[in-house]
């Protein structure tokens, strides 16, 4: 039995392994993965999934599309000693490039850096979720609650696979508008959330108006402590300023009523959009992507082509 399918068998016993590193996940988001395994005394310790590709005739090791996080996974409560940093590493294949952003709260930063990794620094934003609805309002400025309040008035929150088209075509038009190449294909983006919804750990969230048009939609995936916004998008020009806002509000609900920990809502480096996030209650987190760039080649791609 190799390390993948190993790896398959622990994670069908073990619900802690975060959403990103289990392998339905990883099979779905489109790149070849293989996974590093360190095992003691028949006991699986750590885990060290990664994606690669090929570009230019070079090996590429990075986060697959939409999946904001992935690195070594270390089972609760373990520290790993130098040597089996090193035992996990030397199953890692040779490499051009390997851009990692790694699960936040994995403590990884000696581990990268010894390795020749350069840190940048990245943000999110993390809400506490061990509160009820009405503390969740609370918690939000003012001006979020009282559109939220608008918003619910005029607008039914529906969910399930049948918005699926709805909610790929509001995303794709929000790049549009910004005349931003869409990174995503359709099939790609449709895989990962069937398999999402299909493995209970994934919802899209749409609102409709009063003339029954879909003006916003959502899609979060979770785990057992964390839900994730990965996809957000109103229609644009009629549709309500509090539409998406009720839906990430339903989203906090639903989360919270599972017993998830807390809502993770990644992808906040744009000002904008970090101000947006932080106004629902959430606590500003920083977490570190590291980057190694052996090849030559891709360094200079890199600082050209970025």
Known sequence: MNAKEKY????QTHQDIPVFAQPWWLNEAGNEWQVALLIENEETIA??????EKKMGLRLLRNP???????PVLVAGTELSAAQWEQLWQQIPHYDSFEAQPFPWQNTANFFQKKGFVAKRRVTYLLDLNKDAAQLLAGMHSNHRNLIRQAIQAHQICTGLEFIDSLIHLHRN???KKNIT??????LLAGIIKAAIDKKQGEILV???????????IFIVWDTQFAYLLLSAGAGV???PGAVRLLIFEALQLAQKMGIQYFDFEGSMEPGIAAFFKRFGGVKKEYLEWKHYPSLLWRLKKKILG
């Open 8 to 11: 398959n068998l622990y994670c």
């Open 47 to 52: 885990a060290f999934p990664f994606a690669q």
């Open 65 to 71: 599309p939409l999946t904001p996080y992935m690195g």
């Open 174 to 176: 929000t790049y549009r």
């Open 182 to 187: 869409y990174p995503f294909s359709k099939e």
């Open 207 to 217: 609102c409709k108006n009063e003339r029954e048009q879909i003006t916003a939609g």
């Open 238 to 240: 009629g549709t309500h």
